[in-house]
């Protein structure tokens, strides 16, 4: 366990592939990649040890999505052993499923990563978690520590022609559910304001929030952050929105606040 540490970024790289753990696009699906220098292939560890528990546990969450390394009852693609492994978010009964022990291998780096349901193994582009006794290359992985950014990285710009509002119900659409940090510990019955966003821009979208909110400072001092689940870690949203028609959960942070202090971006350009 000594190659992660709470709060850093690390990639996860197949022994047998050469390929990356990647949180696809749509917010849900794992698969492996050969992209390197992308937030997509890059894991903030958070370890967890339960209340009276001798073995501490390590969870992994997207910097992309926010969402956790997770293995599922589903089985694995067709032509593939194990059952399927997928992001999902972190909720009381999802506790065992996203929990993952690193136990290291006599090769350098390597490490095997196992959960309840067995051991998580690269089958080709997609991802499994096997019973399999077996400890070949196949379950090894080969971690790869990400340094920080000193500095948040700029959300992109959106690109291509923006529809009139007359033809804006043509994007795809979702409910966004925000509130900004600390404002539960000021308003007994907080309930999050909620607002339906159509296409995947972050960039419209953390206008939208900072309109909204009646933020008077530079809009890039606002920093909207992904929870996924009540249990969550913050996880600042530098990428477009997933390909998803699900609710998203935005905590949003201002700067100079504790809470925007403590944010850890990785740089994942960095060789």
Avoid at 2 to 26: K, P, W
Avoid at 70 to 87: K, N
Wanted: charged fraction near 25%; proline fraction near 5%; charge should be neutral.
């Amino acid at each position: 366990m000594e190659q992660f540490q709470d709060g850093h970024h690390v990639r996860l790289r197949s022994r047998q592939t050469g390929t990356y753990l990647h949180a696809d696009d749509d917010g849900r699906r794992v698969s492996l990649s050969r992209r390197r220098a992308s937030m997509n292939e890059a894991w903030a560890v958070h370890l967890f040890q339960p209340p009276q528990a001798q073995v501490r546990y390590l969870l992994l969450h997207s910097a992309a999505y926010g969402r956790y390394l997770a293995s599922t009852d589903a089985p694995a693609p067709r032509g593939h052993s194990g059952l399927r492994v997928e992001q999902c978010d972190y909720e009381p009964w999802e506790e065992e499923a996203i929990r993952w022990q690193a136990v290291g291998v006599d090769s350098g780096n390597d490490v095997l990563l196992r959960n309840v349901a067995g051991r998580l193994r690269a089958n080709g582009r997609y991802l499994s978690v096997d019973d399999f006794n077996s400890t070949g290359t196949m379950m090894h992985w080969v971690v790869e520590r990400i340094p920080a950014r000193n500095d948040a990285p700029r959300l992109a710009a959106p690109t291509g022609l923006r529809l009139p509002r007359s033809l804006a119900f043509v994007l795809p659409w979702r409910v966004i559910q925000y509130e900004q940090e600390g404002a539960e510990e000021s308003n007994v019955g907080f309930a999050w304001e909620s607002l339906v966003f159509r296409g995947r821009s972050a960039y419209h979208l953390r206008k939208e929030l900072a309109s909204r909110l009646g933020v008077a400072m530079d809009v890039s001092n606002l920093v909207m952050c992904v929870r996924a689940g009540m249990h969550g870690r913050l996880t600042p949203l530098v990428v477009d929105l997933p390909h998803s028609r699900e609710t998203l959960d935005i905590i949003v942070v201002m700067a100079g606040t504790p809470a925007h202090a403590e944010l850890r971006y990785p740089d994942v350009g960095a060789d």
